[in-house]
């Protein structure tokens, strides 16, 4: 059994899934890790092979992504019979691992054994409703409020704040690269904030303004209190009291109406709707289990995807080759998200707009690829309508970096097209 984990400076957070990933039960002689450093200047491969002799560091002069990264730990699969994939944001147990052993060894027709996979907090449900106003000028959004910082207790949790429902999705910031973009509201709007569990949060605080001042509410459970928003950025506070709950971060991957991966259950919270085992679609690279048969048949990552639908496509490419992907609920692993990258960064932005179109056009029908392509201009077209045009109209200064990543990543989308169908042509092949 080989566990393998990559490292690209995550730090101490690395080196904890190295000592999770250690204290698996499993049977000691026949259970190897193994940490991919992809050219890290943390220090981390040096503190591992320091402090775990008996774990196998490979160094990549260069940082391969996600992709490349992982490929140095499937190769020499001669004397292995599983390998597991399991991402340095991952909090494992060490009773994770038999559940999907078991799955595989159970029906030799299964390639890979997802677990389910927990946000790594409990969270908070907030309710926000607020009066609306609308822009004009190229603006024709409801505009409710502004939330721009949450704190429990005093500590800065914005960037792991679940901004659920009713809100109108990321905009520019002046800050280069912000790990968590403030939102607009609509009237009402659903968010969830982190509490670490074993605790319970004594105080909740929201940052918020309007385009001008408003009065709006939030509640959670039982409890509301009346918010005065101003027209200027502000901590209020908000109620703290309710039961926090647990948020399905994955149960399996499926494939979406438009042709997309999507993780079956994202941001449910968990009632044990997801407690049967079945058969998906595909996996998710936060956890997975994978038979060395599979990897035989299949193949390894496509490191032209680099970072991001890289999993997804090595699903679709095993599905398309008969082989099965089992979810499977007993086996509980707990994920950081987006602990490394940040889910709003502009690198994510390019790579999962340009891998998504990818894959696409390597697995699935012309025309649902070309829709997705002609969808993308289209989404273009209208961040740039609101960031650019309507604030040019308003006399503000265009905030174009939302428009710019997704240009890059359309871009980056045709300069890899005709190497992704030769792919697709050889899979037919």
């Known amino acids: 059994m080989r566990l393998v984990t990559l490292n690209y400076n995550g730090g101490d957070l690395t080196i904890d899934c190295v ?75 060490p009773g994770w691992l038999a559940p999907l052993a078991a799955a595989l060894d159970g029906d030799p027709g299964i390639g890979a054994a997802s677990p389910k996979i927990l946000f790594s907090t409990r969270f908070v449900e907030i309710e926000l409703e607020s009066p609306t106003s609308r822009r004009g000028r190229g603006d024709r959004r409801d505009l409710g409020i502004r939330v721009s910082g949450a704190r429990v207790d005093g500590r800065d949790v914005m960037e792991h704040t679940q901004l659920v429902d009713g809100f109108w999705g990321p905009e520019p910031s002046p800050d280069p690269d912000p790990r968590a973009p ?69 149960a399996g991957v499926m494939v979406t109406a438009d042709g997309f991966g999507a993780d079956r259950g994202y941001l449910e919270v968990d009632t044990g709707q997801f407690d049967e085992p079945t058969d998906v679609f595909g996996w998710s690279g936060a956890t997975v289990l994978l038979a060395a048969r599979y990897l035989a048949d299949v193949g390894m990552f496509d490191e032209r995807l680099f970072l991001y639908y890289e999993d ?86 265009p905030r174009a970096t939302i428009v710019e990543d997704r240009v890059r990543a359309f871009g980056g989308y045709v300069g890899g097209l005709p190497s992704m169908l030769r792919s697709r042509r050889r899979d037919r092949r």
């Not at 992709?67 to 140095?72: C, D, E, R, S, V």
């Not at 569990?197 to 459970?221: C, K, N, V, Y």
């Not at 080759?321 to 390019?350: C, D, F, L, N, Q």
Request: net charge positive; aromatic share 4%; proline share 4%.
């Open 19 to 93: 000592a999770r990933l250690r204290a698996t039960q499993w049977p000691r002689d026949r259970l190897r890790v193994v940490l991919i450093d992809n050219a890290s200047t943390d220090g981390v491969a040096d503190t591992v092979a320091a402090q775990w002799p008996d774990v196998e560091v490979i160094r990549s002069a260069t940082n391969l992504g996600f992709a490349g990264g992982m490929n140095l730990g499937l190769a020499s699969l001669e004397q292995v019979e599983h390998v597991a994939l399991v991402n340095n944001d991952v909090l494992v147990t």
């Open 182 to 250: 403030a939102q607009w509201t609509r009237r009402r709007a659903l968010l969830r904030v982190p509490v670490e569990r074993g605790t319970a949060a004594t105080s909740i605080e929201l940052r918020l303004h309007g385009d001008s001042p408003r009065r709006a509410t939030a509640r959670a459970g039982e409890a509301t209190v009346s918010l005065d928003v101003g027209a200027s950025p502000a901590w209020h506070p908000v109620p703290a009291s309710d039961p926090a709950v647990e948020v399905l971060n994955s």
């Open 312 to 397: 997804f496509e090595l699903s679709w490419r095993g599905h398309q080759r008969g082989w099965r992907t089992r979810y499977v609920p007993e086996s509980v692993v707990r994920h950081i998200h987006s602990a490394t990258i940040g889910e709003h960064s502009a690198m994510a932005r390019y790579q999962n707009e340009r891998n998504r179109l990818l894959v696409l056009a390597r697995h699935g029908s012309p025309g649902t690829a070309a829709r997705a392509a002609g969808r993308s201009l289209l989404v273009t077209a209208s961040y740039a309508r609101r960031d650019v045009v309507s604030r040019m109209l308003r006399g503000q200064r």
